[in-house]
Nanobody
Framework: VQLQASGGGLVQAGDSLRLSCAASTRTFRNYGLAWFRRTPGKEREFVARISRSDGRTNYANSVKGRFTISKDNAKDTMYLQMNNLKPEDTAVYYC?????????????????WGPGTQVTVSS
């Protein structure tokens, strides 16, 4: 499956952004989905995930209460609503998918990745 993330940009602290991740597959509902982010010199960091079956979600502690992951199976699209953005949220954000019902927080478990979208939050 091919993924394409969009919606990044330059915002000020406290602002909101919504990232989208469009998938090429018509079997989108069969994939567990996640958002990761990476800053220069660091490994990809787990941000949020959503299960393929029951839509259960998990979040990194650093974004809990500010970010919301969701998906629209009819549109083959996943979203990340980011509110109250902070400068430390600055990163390249990637969407990822795995054809499994497993709960994974490790980037190595996801074989499908989009090219990433830059989010920059100024103070």
């Amino acid at each position: 499956v091919q993924l394409q993330a969009s919606g990044g940009g330059l915002v000020q602290a406290g602002d909101s952004l919504r990232l989208s991740c469009a998938a090429s597959t018509r079997t989108f509902r069969n994939y567990g989905l996640a958002w990761f982010r990476r800053t220069p010199g660091k490994e990809r960091e787990f941000v949020a995930r959503i299960s393929r079956s029951d839509g259960r979600t998990n979040y990194a502690n650093s974004v809990k209460g500010r970010f919301t992951i969701s998906k629209d199976n009819a549109k083959d699209t996943m979203y990340l609503q980011m509110n109250n953005l902070k400068p430390e949220d600055t990163a390249v954000y990637y969407c990822a998918a795995v054809h499994s019902s497993g709960v994974y927080f490790d980037a190595s478990k996801y074989p499908y990745w989009g090219p990433g979208t830059q989010v920059t939050v100024s103070s």
